[in-house]
């Protein structure tokens, strides 16, 4: 008896959606492998070498969201294939309307491109809010959520496929079909320009900066301006800024000086984005 259904459903993840050949397993055009093949791979492995084919049946039913599907001595996973040959699906009408989470850094291009496949055969689109969240926070902790128009995209040609309960499938989805429903607020409008006159707000301030940038909402972009000129005659020198963050999601534009004590750094914001050179 299998004791850990998670470690197991990883590996059959693995050999059923993104690598059959290292399993010796050749996948029909639905994806589908006889159960006894699969099984004859799995127990080559020290850790399953006493895996049954009931084994493999209650890992399915023991959990709730359903990503495999048993029939006549037969298994298939039903979504998340990036096998070099694509998975043959039947069409089916889709609910009037689903769903996609995604991280902020990847919203404009979608809002540009569209919903397209990257890594796997289909989008992948939920049946309802709650599922897009969860998915979305794989990438970003609060995601962005889109609507799908799949009514409108079905009667327009787009196909839909159905994975489980929660999920659908599409080869892409044409962005006049998108639009945002959740998209978490900046804290832009709560933050303000501050003198750094210490290493320890110098540090706070950086790490923020470094942490929104990782999350996808704001932007590292270069430096193209100096933030103050001073010449006399002929003689002309330029101050610039160590960083500019643009704010991907309100636009602002923030400019970081680094300190170099006794000299403050500082903080300066365009709410804008319009850049303005600094004045004494």
Not at 112 to 136: C, F, N
Not at 145 to 155: H, Q, Y
Not at 182 to 202: G, N, V
Not at 222 to 244: C, F, H, L, R, T
Request: glycine share 6%; hydrophobic share 35%.
């Amino acid at each position: 008896m299998i004791s850990d259904y998670t470690e197991l459903s990883k590996e059959i993840s693995y050999a059923l959606r993104h690598a059959p050949e290292e399993y010796g397993l050749a996948l029909d055009e639905q994806g589908w492998v006889p159960v006894e093949a699969l099984l004859g791979a799995l127990k080559k492995r020290e850790n399953y070498s006493a895996l049954t084919a009931q084994d493999i049946a209650d890992m399915i039913q023991n959990f709730e969201k359903k990503r495999y599907e048993l029939a006549g001595g037969w298994i298939r996973a039903l979504y998340g294939h990036s096998t070099e040959g694509k998975i043959k699906k039947a069409a089916v009408r889709p609910p009037d309307v689903l769903y996609h989470g995604t991280a902020h850094k990847f919203l404009q291009k979608i809002l540009e491109q569209g919903l397209i496949p990257k890594g796997r055969q289909y989008v992948h689109l939920s049946q309802d809010q709650e599922t897009a969240i969860t998915v979305g926070k794989r990438r970003d902790s609060d995601p962005v959520i889109l609507r799908v128009d799949a009514a409108a995209a079905w009667n327009d040609g787009v196909r839909f496929y159905h994975g489980n309960e929660t999920i659908w499938l599409a080869d892409s989805v044409p962005p006049k079909y998108i639009r945002v429903v959740q998209k978490l607020d900046c804290e832009c409008a709560k933050r303000y320009e501050a003198k750094i006159d210490s290493w320890a707000l110098f540090e706070e301030i950086k790490t923020y900066f470094e942490e929104q940038v990782s999350l996808g909402r704001y932007e590292d972009i270069p430096v193209k301006k100096p933030y103050y000129i001073w010449q006399s005659g002929k003689e002309k020198m330029e101050w610039n800024a160590d960083k500019w963050y643009k704010c991907k999601i309100c636009g602002c534009l923030w400019e970081l000086v680094y300190p170099d004590f006794p000299a403050d750094g500082e903080v300066r914001k365009f709410a804008d984005g319009v850049y303005k050179e600094k004045g004494y």
